[in-house]
């Protein structure tokens, strides 16, 4: 089928630790991938997207890579802040028939402690 | 720029009645999408809106149903409410000529049926 799969969380880090969220899709194509975050009390704020193989999403020091060979779009950060505390979402775009719409996957929620 | 705003943020409803929720695009955004996101899920797409005509629809029942209006604004209406409707319902708009990834969404309205 086509989902999207996404570590379960919690995910419990001090901050300045390192942070991979992973993230695998079942698609037919190359679809595009996101990464969506969501903050306490707010609404989903796009990350970071890839729309094609190879291609790197980096924002605000989170980066994920388009791995077509492993269908995967893991999010990583190399130090991470209290302020990172939120849910993850990794999501891919599913085209149909005059128009398109995002298949999300049931998101990580990241805890990043002083 | 005024962000997506979406009404009421919180309320409460009883089996069978009906809701209507309600969405503001973000300026000279013209194309409008619901997504329901039940307690520690992923959003799962409702349908989407562009033109005044709903041209994409999830795997919803007809009770629910929408509209979109001149100024791109938007409604969910659900009929016959049922206990599994409670969830975070969520508004995202998208700009002209961006394809699916490309969604800004509000804070979303939060539904609980008793």
């Known amino acids: 089928g086509n989902s999207v799969t996404q570590m379960e969380g919690p995910v419990t880090l001090s901050e300045e630790a390192f942070l991979t969220i992973n993230c695998t899709y079942t698609?037919?194509?190359?679809?595009?991938l996101f990464w969506y975050v969501q903050y306490p009390g707010e609404g989903l704020q796009l990350l970071l997207k890839a729309t094609k193989a190879d291609d790197k999403g980096s924002n605000k020091g989170f980066e994920a890579t388009y791995r077509k060979e492993t269908t995967s779009f893991h999010l990583e950060k190399g130090s991470v802040q209290v302020s990172d505390s939120a849910v993850y979402f990794c999501?891919?775009?599913?085209?149909?028939?005059?128009?398109?719409?995002?298949?999300f996957g049931t998101g990580t929620r990241l805890l990043v402690s002083p | 720029e005024t962000g997506v705003t979406q009404s009421p943020t919180h309320l409460i409803k009883t089996r069978g009645q009906q809701v209507t929720l309600r969405c503001s695009s973000q300026?000279?955004?013209?194309?409008v999408s619901w997504y329901q996101q039940a307690l520690g899920q992923g959003p799962q797409f409702i349908f989407q809106?562009?033109?005044?005509?709903?041209?994409g629809r999830g795997n919803f029942p007809p009770r629910f149903s929408g509209l979109q209006f001149p100024n791109y604004s938007s409604e969910l209406n659900v009929n016959a409410l049922e206990l599994d409707d409670s969830a975070l319902y969520l508004c995202?708009?998208?700009?002209?000529?961006?394809?699916?990834?490309?969604?800004?969404f509000g804070e979303g309205s939060r539904l609980t049926v008793l």
């Open positions: 999501a891919r775009a599913r085209m149909n028939t005059g128009f398109q719409k995002l298949v």
């Open positions: 809106y562009y033109r005044e005509e709903e041209n």
């Open positions: 995202a708009s998208s700009p002209p000529g961006q394809g699916a990834g490309e969604l800004f």
């Open positions: 698609a037919t194509g190359y679809p595009s």
């Open positions: 300026s000279g955004h013209n194309t």
